[in-house]
């Protein structure tokens, strides 16, 4: 648990980079606070002059009027700078914060990604940040500049009569006491609060995910009910917190009165014992609605603070998330295609079921191997290894005879390449989507890659053409091809295949396996599939079952090989009639 102490250093250290713009605009509040005390002051002499009265006390009014009007003037446009300079500053430094985090979200291993929602990381890298941007941006400027105003006015009270000092500041320590124990339960409720709207935000974008197959399975209404659950919950939590701030709000109201009362009860006595001047009690009149400004603030505030407390904690907390994929590697492998061996390799997501098991084989450089197994065997998993986007739990992977994690992650990024199954598209123009909103390759790059992908009927529309979101204006098959024109871009030396026809049709399905076929040549690849089909042109095959090797070898003799599993897979992929003829017809077919 992140303790108050670290947060606030946590946050010093957020604000450091813009430094000299926060001891600017400190300076600034420090100046404004300093003009809204002296305001007061010559209100008080303006009172005494008239009070005392002479030949010259008109002459004598009008140039402190004069002086009050020019401090009221400049006092407002120190304001106005005050606030436009601290939401800019805030901005910035926040702006800051969320790229910070974006990054190390963006750089946490598939574990965390795989406990944790989009919506909800949506929710700490923007709504969070955004309570912390709200609180620097508008609360601090106000408590800094209310501290400074009691602070100032207890030293100015000091100096005319200390009884009056000794008064303010049972007066701001009695007020202070009535909103720290109140906030307690408002701060508790606002916390509250934050919870049900983040498992609020968090629903929502997973049914929106979801959407089309709610809607196929009739499970609508369900889903909506579910919403209306949550959104009650939040209802209810905001319900509370606004009541409990609602109650602080009256309690300070009742002490600001009471405070105004005392001022003018005791300004009234000690005038009338000539121990101070009239515009002496005026001013300490004056001085205590002066307090009233900063004491609604910290109340209308407090929610406010309260967010920033909570949403600090969420930042702080997400920032010192470890990712379990550490980039230190600095040995890069041999020029060429990627040799992959797998060194009793095993792996399990941390709950004690091991998804795989002391996998142990060698994929030679330039060669392809397909990969096949049930549903659940450890096909994927072994992909995401190669990548390196989750780390084994026992054993080593090597690219080239360099164990993976000495490799850095901006070599394997580059040299390594995976089509997946679902493929993402953005919002933008359909270069963007082949680039990925890289700027480095020249539009003819992006065309040929299009061109080798299969694609070149879109070429011949433009590559600067807008695609809706999500890639609308493409066709499912379309959006396969172009994932494998990013591969064609990039010119990766290792390419994986997750399943990449599954969810084409035959036409696109031949468009595809031509262009993978070209792919693959002078690359080392592996070709995850439960279509057969796909696997017509790999040199090896991989049977996995229950993440252990249960086949490995070439593939035109497993094929061959009427006890291998291989075969058997082949020929329940074939129609039944025709399974004994398996070796003769058909599976020189597929071969």
């Not at 702080?316 to 061996?341: K, N």
């Amino acid at each position: 648990m992140t303790t108050p102490t670290s947060r606030w250093r946590a946050l010093a250290a957020l604000l450091r980079p813009d430094a000299r713009r926060w001891a600017c605009l400190g300076v600034l509040v420090g100046v404004s606070s300093a003009l809204s005390l002296a305001g007061p002051l010559v209100v008080r002499r303006i009172v005494d002059i008239a009070t005392e009265g002479g030949d010259d006390a008109a002459s004598r009014i009008t140039r402190a009027a004069l002086l009050f009007l020019a401090i009221a003037v400049v006092t407002q446009l120190i304001m106005v700078s005050v606030a436009w300079f601290a939401t800019v500053t805030a901005w910035r430094t926040t702006n800051t914060i969320r790229l910070t985090m974006a990054r190390h979200v963006l750089g946490l291993d598939h574990e965390f990604h795989r406990t944790h929602t989009p919506g909800e990381l949506i929710q700490r890298v923007d709504g969070d940040v955004t309570s912390v941007s709200d609180f620097l941006g508008r609360v601090v400027p106000k408590l800094t500049g209310a501290a400074a105003v009691v602070v100032g006015m207890v030293g100015v009270l000091a100096v005319i009569d200390w009884r009056l000092a000794v008064g303010a500041a049972w007066y701001v320590a009695a007020a202070g006491a009535v909103v720290v124990r109140g906030r307690h339960r408002a701060v508790g409720e606002s916390s509250d609060e934050m919870g049900a709207y983040a498992a609020l935000y968090g629903g929502i974008e997973e049914r929106l995910t979801a959407s089309e197959d709610l809607r196929a399975n009739g499970a609508g209404r369900h889903a909506m009910w579910r919403f209306i659950d949550e959104s009650g919950r939040a209802m209810r939590s905001a319900v509370r917190r606004e009541s409990a701030f609602l109650r602080l709000w009256w309690a300070v109201q009742a002490s600001l009165s009471v405070g105004s009362v005392a001022a003018l009860v005791a300004g009234t006595a000690l005038v009338s014992a000539g121990s101070i001047t009239v515009g002496t009690a005026f001013l300490l009149f004056q001085y205590v609605l002066l307090l009233e400004r900063p004491l609604e603030d910290v109340v209308h505030e407090l929610e406010t603070i309260q967010k920033a407390n909570g949403a600090m904690v969420r930042v702080i907390d997400l920032l010192a998330v470890e990712p379990a994929v550490v980039d230190e590697g600095t040995t890069l492998p041999a020029a060429g295609p990627l040799s992959v061996a797998f060194d009793h390799l095993s792996f399990d997501y941390g709950d004690g079921e091991s998804v795989l098991d002391d996998v142990h084989l060698t994929l030679a450089a330039g060669r392809s191997m397909g990969i096949v197994g049930r549903t659940g065997s450890g096909k994927t998993t072994l992909s995401r290894l190669v990548l390196r986007l989750v780390e084994a739990t026992g054993g080593q992977l090597r690219l080239n005879g360099v164990p993976i994690a000495e490799i850095p992650m901006a070599e394997l990024r580059r040299r390594v390449a995976m089509i997946p199954q679902e493929v993402e598209l953005f919002s933008g123009t359909l270069r963007d989507n082949v680039t990925l909103f890289d700027p480095r390759p020249t539009d003819a790059a992006v065309e040929r890659a299009l061109e080798q992908a299969g694609l070149g009927a879109l070429v011949a529309g433009g590559i600067h053409r807008e695609l809706g979101a999500g890639g609308a204006g493409l066709s499912a098959g379309e959006a396969q091809l172009l994932a494998l024109a990013r591969v064609w871009l990039r010119d990766p030396d290792l390419v994986v295949l997750d399943e990449a026809t599954a969810r084409v049709d035959p036409e696109t399905e031949a468009r595809l396996d031509a262009a993978v076929t070209a792919l693959m040549e002078g690359r080392t690849t592996l070709v995850i599939a439960h279509r057969l089909s796909t696997l017509r042109h790999v040199d090896e095959i991989l049977v996995l079952d229950h993440g252990r090797v249960l086949e490995h070898g070439d593939r035109d003799e497993l094929a061959a090989d009427e006890t291998s599993r291989f075969h058997h897979l082949l020929e329940i992929a074939l129609e039944p009639h025709r399974a004994d003829d398996v070796v003769d017809d058909d599976l020189e077919l597929l071969s």
